[in-house]
């Protein structure tokens, strides 16, 4: 390990106060011995980095997908008090909820005869790739409709069922939204977009459940053994890096004028309570809103797919849930005692809300919120369930994916596009892009192992395993 960073106890590492100067909490973050080796000093100093800003509760905390990001390490959750904390874009990302929807369909493996036709099927429906653009007429109304509505505004015109908004987290939709933050730029990027699922890490995924872990809490999910089902990751494409980076600049400034000392520029921020944080605060949920009118157009565009080669009905394909990554939230927890509202940052974090927690819907009240944490093209994903611990220890937060080990430029070196889906199809996994480099990049080679991250986490006890899913046919962004 690091030197100056002290195991507490099992997968829980602390760095402590003074690792890196004007630190006001510890940084707490958990990994087996395995991944402790995988372990960047950069995301540790990032870290320790995030402890130092204002208004901070408890602890910097980093999830065993820990790794350099921008500003906040990927993997990093941070609470803020309203009256003394700040919002940092770095504390949340470019992609602003960045995050995965999962569906089920009552297909087992073998009623796919022909499975290159269904992924063939599934990328001609869901425009993917860079410069991507959607096969939707959205207009300016529309758009607005999306940053206020989120999931709902797609739900309303056709693109969904009431019951998807319940399976969502929030369902679909942050109220503090304010379309008068968002640039003429940013909706610019915006209106060819919807309904595409980008580049990078993104994916839309056929799986199989090949093991269950917690009946109970499967079927309360949906999940049965051997079943199909579809799995989404996106986020807010152009509109969401575009409000990000305008912001940026706005709280660079804000950050001297508030004379708010950060040992990193990446870190700049607003007190919450200022004109720019409140700012910030309201474009970010209204980017946050888009991803999630953005997913809910995929899922339907796939669903059809389904609907075409199966003679499924559309209620066949209930969504499981929706989480999100990249987020800032107002939130109440125990703090010394008393129960408070704090901005709490997930960046490449995963709300894992246990039983009785608010905003869950009723039939899962007694379970906790389904948590999906995906693997790699060649790798598992996974279902887990919110837990008690993870609200009283890590801010109702878990991992939220395997974590990379490897740049998108050592990857493209290491193995052609090619090379790596040849290999995954000799496994049986289809993979289907718009060119090999984005399977290069996304290599299951440079991700972290799936099931030792969903392990740690279960260890820790801020997730509980439910089901493993494997892949079948994947299409990457």
């Known amino acids: 390990m690091i030197d100056g960073v002290i195991r507490l106890a099992g997968d829980e590492w602390e760095i402590p106060k003074g690792f890196v100067p004007g630190m006001r909490v510890p940084g707490r973050f958990f990994l087996s011995d395995s991944l402790a080796a995988l372990l960047e000093p950069g995301a540790v100093q990032q870290l320790a980095n995030v402890a130092t800003m204002p208004g901070i509760v408890r602890s910097a905390y980093g999830m065993p997908d820990i790794h350099w990001g921008y500003g906040f390490p990927i993997g990093g959750v941070a609470a803020f008090t309203l009256d003394e904390g700040v919002i940092s874009p770095g504390g949340v990302g470019f992609d602003i909820n960045c995050g995965v929807r999962l569906f089920t369909t009552p ?3 073998a009623d796919i005869k022909k499975p290159r036709e269904l992924v063939e099927s599934l990328y001609k429906a869901v425009p993917t790739g860079v410069g991507a653009k959607s096969t939707q007429k959205i207009s300016p109304a529309d758009l607005t409709a999306m940053m206020e509505k989120g999931a709902r505004f797609a739900v ?15 369902r679909g939709c942050m109220k503090q939204a304010d379309i008068r933050a968002v640039s003429p730029k940013a909706r610019a990027r915006g209106i060819p977009q919807g309904g595409t699922l980008g580049s990078g890490n993104h994916f839309l995924e056929v799986q199989e459940v090949s093991e269950i872990y917690d009946e109970a809490a499967a079927q309360a999910f949906g ?12 986020g807010s494409r152009g509109l969401g890096h575009q409000v990000c980076t305008d912001h940026l600049k706005d709280l660079e ?9 950060l040992p990193d520029r990446q870190l700049a921020c607003a007190p919450l309570q200022s004109p720019e944080g409140k700012a910030y605060f309201g474009a970010m949920a209204a980017s946050a809103n888009y991803a999630w009118a953005n997913r809910q157009l995929i899922m339907d565009a796939a669903r059809r797919q389904f609907m075409r080669m199966f003679s499924l009905a559309y209620e066949d394909m209930p969504l499981v849930y929706d989480v999100t990554h990249n987020v800032a939230k107002i939130e109440e927890y125990a703090v010394d005692g008393h129960r408070v509202p704090l901005c709490v940052h997930r960046k490449g974090a995963t709300r894992s809300f246990g039983p009785g927690a608010p905003d869950l819907p009723p039939d899962l009240t007694g379970i906790g919120q389904p948590v999906i944490i995906p693997g790699s093209m060649g790798t598992s994903s996974y279902v887990l369930k919110g837990t008690t611990a993870a609200m009283e220890r ?5 991992c939220h994916g395997s974590g990379r080990v490897m740049s998108r430029s050592q990857a493209k ?3 052609t596009g090619k090379e790596v889906a040849d290999h995954l199809l000799e496994q049986g996994i289809i993979v289907r892009a718009p060119n090999e480099a984005a399977i290069a990049d996304e290599a299951p080679e440079v991700y972290k192992p799936s099931s030792e991250v969903v392990e740690v986490v279960a260890r820790a006890g801020i997730s509980a395993l439910v089901a493993r899913l494997t892949p079948i046919g994947v299409i990457k962004g």
């Open 107 to 109: 297909l087992a493996k």
């Open 156 to 170: 309303e015109a056709g693109f969904g069922v009431e019951r998807d908004l319940d399976r969502c987290e929030d």
């Open 223 to 234: 999940l049965v053994k051997g079943q199909v089902c579809c799995m989404i990751h996106c």
């Open 253 to 261: 400034t804000a950050t001297k004028k508030y004379q708010i000392a």
């Open 394 to 398: 890590t801010f109702g937060s878990t």
């Open 413 to 415: 070196k290491k193995q």
